[in-house]
């Protein structure tokens, strides 16, 4: 074990190995497309000391853990500042902490909902909001980790195939660690605001006419040809560095476990991180029970749900998404049997979502003064579902993971408000039910009587529902 004056005294970094999740087969070395090369199942990280802590080993000593990691937050060390490698006892150990590609990412906020909760018919309602990363998503807490193993590796080239949020977090981390950066989106269903990002950052970014699952299989076949690194979800330091989001919301919850989290489902990726993380919590006893975690997709991007419901987690039979949430528009979830694991782990539900459901849902999130974008929106749909179906009881406390920023897709936005949305879709009826949460701009001449006549209207139509 490399000795480096980052750790805290007494407190090694983990000893890390690669297994596969389908036939357990321990690997020193990993292929580039980050499969078993004996059963092609994916990869995942663990840490062989900490299932016998008692014995001379490098697993972390728990009862220091949480005040540790409450000091580092006080630290200038860019290390310290990330909200993501501040939990670094718990992820694979570079050999140069100093080495890390890091844009501060992690820290983000836990926010109450109180109208969201009146709505839900909950008592305790937080969002967790991921959208408060670097850049807007997520993906940041996976892609700091990947990133900086790939740059150790000594990679120059890094790739993705994205419904553009990936790909935002990936350019950017490329560009920070000097790398070269390879994105593949579907031509014409990636938000304007997520395509710029990874422009801006200097990826070479290339539309592809086809969907998610197309690019993922065009980039799978360019991985074996070229010495790039695949920065998607099957790459396992993803899945390390976006645990961390668990952890960090289990400590702004004084590390009160919530009775339920709820998350998005697309790749599934998310999902399997932040259940690997209240696994191994509770493993290395820093939590006593598990929260309920549970996974919303959209309706007509549902290959996990039906996966459950007509197969009983054995089998994902990939289907042709197609939803307004175009982040989720994913129909072969690659970790689809890590989340599999994760739910029948937790005790959690899946459930699916309509497009009318997920939009309603955005608007009542931005009634809280917390903006979204429509994937994460699915939480709080998903959320009044379960509440019906009684899964969540009335008294317990439920958190939402907001994945994105509403800043990602503020052309979705302003559609939903001018009421373009669904205007000539099939769901022009029952999207009847938005009206109340829409707020077109107004266009008026410069005059004062005007605004304060429309300043009384507003008041007398109430507050928005
Ligand atoms: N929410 C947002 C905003 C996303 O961008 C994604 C996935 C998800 C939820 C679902 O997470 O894949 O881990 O189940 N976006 C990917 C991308 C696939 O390419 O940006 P997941």
Redesign the pocket.
Known sequence: MIDHPISAPGIEPSLSRLRCIGCGAVHATVEQDFRCPDCLDLLEIFYPDWQNRTMQTTAPDSAALKPLWQQRKTSRLAIDESGVWRFRELLPALHDWNAATTLCEGNTPVYELPSCARIAGVKQLYAKHQGMNPTG???DTGMTVAASFARQNGYRWVA????????ASMAAYAARGGMRSLVLIPEGKVSWGKLSQSLDYGAVTCQLRTD?DGCMRVLNEVVKRMPVCLLN?VNPYRIEGQKTGAIELLEQLDWQVPDHVIV????????SALGKAFLELLELGLISRLPKLSVIQAEGANPLVRCIREHGGKKLIPVQAETMAT??R?GN?A?WRKAVRVLEATGGAVEQVSEVEIVQAKAEIGADGIGS?P??AVTLAGLKKLVKQRFIKIQETVVLIL??HLL?DPEFTLKFHRGDLFRGTEHEREAAVLASHQRAPIILDPNVDVIVKTLEQAEKNGPAK
């Open positions: 998503s997520f993906k993705c195939a994205s419904t553009g949020n990936t790909s998610f979800s998005p489902g697309g790749n599934l990726g998310n999902a982040a989720l994913i979830p970790s974008e994937a994460s994945t994105g990602k």
